[in-house]
């Protein structure tokens, strides 16, 4: 059995360079993947808090984020195809309409 | 009876409504057409008060009132449309429709010229129905709205050839200047109303009359408020100096306005509320002392004057500082009588004054003129007529008004403002005279290039009619205002108020004779005051100086507006913090989620740390 404080300490490294990635990426495929990291941080910490409790309610919380990603990534990356034809870039700060 | 009242200020009223509105309508009246219904709708109004006259005939003693209308109703404030009608109405109602019948007839001819022919009928339409309002109205919010109607007409005929800029000016100045006396008035009929709770003047009157004392001072107050409005609407000191520039208007209009109605208006705001003013005997002693000094000022300052209209509106102005000292004096009906007989021969001077300027080609200075009885006959005649007149000399209209005003005065025992007024009529006999013989006897210098038209002569001759013979008092005036009877007449007296002028004439002639009328001055001295009568003894000098300027020097103090400027300032604040705030909006994504980041940790940190 692992020490559940590493896989805490595990998860929060996980989703903090999810964040960064968000951050400081400009490249919109890069910020797309960040947010995958960042939701397999959430889900790690679902899955070994469920083994730390003896329950499999964190198991079944795990597929509905495994579907959920699926989905977002398909929808996502059908956008950023689509965006990608439109405007033959994507950087972010680019692809910015608003003016401040 | 009661609809007869009404038709009179409506007749005027609908005219120049018609008048005003038909070109905004796309309706074009023929000129003609403009002429007999500006001059019909007075006619008609005239030949109304003439039916009045016929149906009062015999009655001394009369006071009809009519409400039409309901104005203003809030809680214990009401205000009708209401007329009142008693002898002293009457007379004002019959000067004002006559004598304004008479100035419209000869407009007709005077004007002829004009292009604005129209807009010139529909100001003066509107004038007398706004005066005919203001002598009828039973109540003081009523009169005020008459007041405020005419001094707006008078304005906009002053200045009505405005394409001249003095024109405009003096139109301003005399708004401006008769403003400043009917604000003292609106703020006496607020007191009235304080004090009263009415502003009907009968019933005010009443309850002043039984329920204050005499010389109690509010209605001291009350009656220098309404003083102060008399006083500017009547051109007495120390508002006089509008009037002199009013002359800037259309002759016929220094006739009806400046001379024969609107400026009386003063004399006949105190008469009417003559009984408010015996229960305070210093607002009367006020009264009396402005009429004395404004009439010797301005006598004198007619003495030197050179355009024949600036010496007869200074005469107007002593003129009714003599009905501002019989008013004074108590002697309501002499002053309401010198006005009358003064609305007859000023309207008849300043109509020959305005035939003889129709003939000369607008000139207006006497010095230009001279030789001229010949020429014009008729003019000259009209001219004898009212200097006369005016000089009171014997057996005229003028002489018996002002005969009764220089009685009452010895009765009342003021030597002093007797004194006063005697050597007034000296002044005013020699300048009518010098007027005269300047214009109309001696060499001739101009040739007159036409003659007055045929509309303007039959006014000319009227008038001359009535200034000759127009000097019986009405009956009703005596009555009305209960004077005391034909008392015992010093003989010795009265010979002596009839030499008084005939000797002013008789020295006329002879500085005429020897030609020192417009002569240059011998000496610095004398040059000095004539310079300062000439200016109508620096009025205008010492208000430019005194009044006009400080003022001006605080408006530029407070230019930038200091009130103002909290306002700009809190402008200035919020813009700075809105600048600062839409840093924030860059529109960049990136940023949004680093400052949703910072955010949540921020927040995060202190829930735990708590």
């Known amino acids: 059995m692992i020490d559940p404080d590493y896989i805490v300490f595990f998860s929060l490294a996980l989703f903090s360079i999810g964040v960064y990635g968000v951050l400081v990426r400009r490249n919109l495929v890069f910020m797309l993947i960040s947010i995958e990291i ?13 083994s730390y409790h003896g329950t499999s309610d964190g198991q079944i919380m795990y597929l509905l984020i495994l579907t959920l990603a699926a989905s977002e990534v398909a929808i996502g990356l059908s956008l950023l195809i689509h965006m990608y034809r439109r405007r033959h870039t994507l950087d972010v700060d680019q692809l910015s309409n608003m003016r401040g | 009876m009661s609809t007869l009242i009404l038709l009179i200020p409506l007749l005027p009223l609908f005219s120049a409504t018609f008048l005003v509105l038909a070109p905004a309508f796309n309706l074009t009246i023929p000129k003609p057409w403009v002429a007999r219904m500006g001059v ?48 002293l109405s009457l ?55 008459g007041w405020e109607s005419v001094g707006l007409c008078s304005y906009l005929l002053i200045g009505f050839w405005h394409h001249e800029i003095n024109n405009t000016l003096a139109a301003n100045k005399a708004f401006i200047m008769t403003r400043i006396g009917d604000t003292g008035m609106a703020l006496g009929l607020f007191l009235i109303f304080y004090l009263f709770g009415t502003l009907d003047i009968q019933a005010m009157q009443l309850q002043a009359q039984s329920q204050w004392q005499t010389g109690d001072s509010m209605i001291t107050l009350c009656c220098l408020l309404l003083l102060a409005g008399a006083v500017g609407k009547s051109g007495q000191l120390p508002l006089q100096s509008w009037l002199p520039d009013a002359m800037a208007g259309p002759t016929p209009v220094s006739a009806l306005i400046h001379a024969a109605t609107m400026v009386t208006a003063g004399v006949y705001l105190i ?45 107007t102005i002593s003129q009714i500082g003599y009905m501002f000292l019989a008013l004074g004096a108590g002697a309501w009906s002499a002053a309401v009588f010198h006005l009358m007989t003064h609305a007859f021969f000023k309207a008849l001077l300043f109509l020959s004054a305005g035939a003889l300027i129709f003939s000369l080609h607008h ?9 001229l009885a010949k020429k014009l006959p008729m003019v000259c005649v009209s001219f004898l007529i009212g200097c006369s007149a005016l000089a009171a000399l014997p057996l005229l209209s003028g002489f018996f008004s002002k005969e009764l005003i220089l009685n009452r005065l010895l009765e009342q025992e003021m030597y002093s403002l007797w004194l006063i007024a005697l050597i007034g009529a000296f002044v005013t006999a020699f300048y009518s005279f010098r007027l005269f013989f300047v214009v109309f006897l001696g060499k001739a210098t101009q040739e007159p290039d036409r003659n007055p038209l045929k509309v303007m002569v039959f006014p000319l001759l009227v008038l001359g009619l009535l200034a000759i013979f127009g000097g019986i008092q009405p009956k009703g005036l005596a009555v009305l205002f209960s004077s005391a009877s034909e008392e015992h007449h010093n003989l010795a007296i009265i ?24 002569s240059p001055l011998p000496n610095p001295e004398a040059k000095k005051i004539h310079r300062f009568l000439f200016s109508g003894w620096g009025f205008d000098a010492f208000y430019q100086k005194r009044v006009i300027s400080p003022f001006i020097a605080v408006t530029k103090l407070n230019q930038n507006d200091i009130i103002d400027s909290l306002y700009i300032g809190l402008i200035n604040i919020s813009a700075k913090l ?33």
């Not at chain 2, 006259?53 to 449309?81: D, E, R």
């Not at chain 2, 007619?302 to 200074?314: G, N």
């Not at chain 2, 010979?495 to 417009?518: D, H, M, N, Q, S």
């Not at chain 2, 949004?592 to 735990?608: E, G, K, R």
């Open chain 2, 495 to 518: 010979l002596f108020t009839i030499a008084v002028p005939l000797c002013a004439v008789a020295y006329a002639w002879r500085v005429y004779k020897e030609g020192e009328f417009g």
């Open chain 2, 40 to 87: 019909g709708a007075v006619g008609a109004a005239a030949v109304c008060v003439a039916i009045l006259h016929i149906q009062l005939k015999g009655q001394t003693n009369y006071a009809l009132q009519f409400t039409y209308a309901n104005w203003i109703n809030v809680h214990s404030f009401t205000i009708n449309f209401g007329f009142y009608l008693d002898a």
């Open chain 2, 271 to 315: 008469a009417r509320c003559h009984n408010l003013f015996e229960l305070s005997p210093l607002a009367m002693e006020c009264v009396a002392y402005i009429g004395a000094i404004t009439l010797f000022i301005a006598a004198t300052a007619a003495l030197v004057q050179q355009d024949v209209k600036r010496i007869l509106a200074y005469s």
């Open chain 2, 91 to 145: 007379v004002m109602v019959s000067i004002i429709t006559g004598v304004g019948f008479l100035i419209h007839l000869y407009s007709a001819g005077f004007m002829d010229e004009d292009k604005d022919y129209q807009r010139y009928f529909a100001y003066l339409n509107a004038f007398v129905a706004a005066m005919l309002v203001l002598v009828l109205a039973d109540n003081l919010l009523l009169l005020y709205l």
């Open chain 2, 363 to 371: 000139e207006h200075n006497i010095f230009r003129m001279g030789g």
């Open chain 2, 578 to 610: 809105h600048r600062f705030c839409s840093q924030f909006q860059s529109g960049q994504l990136r940023w949004y989620n680093n400052s949703l980041v910072i955010f949540a940790i921020v927040a995060m940190t202190w829930v735990i740390i708590k």
């Open chain 1, 38 to 50: 960042m939701l397999n941080a959430v889900a790690v910490i679902f899955v070994a808090a469920s």
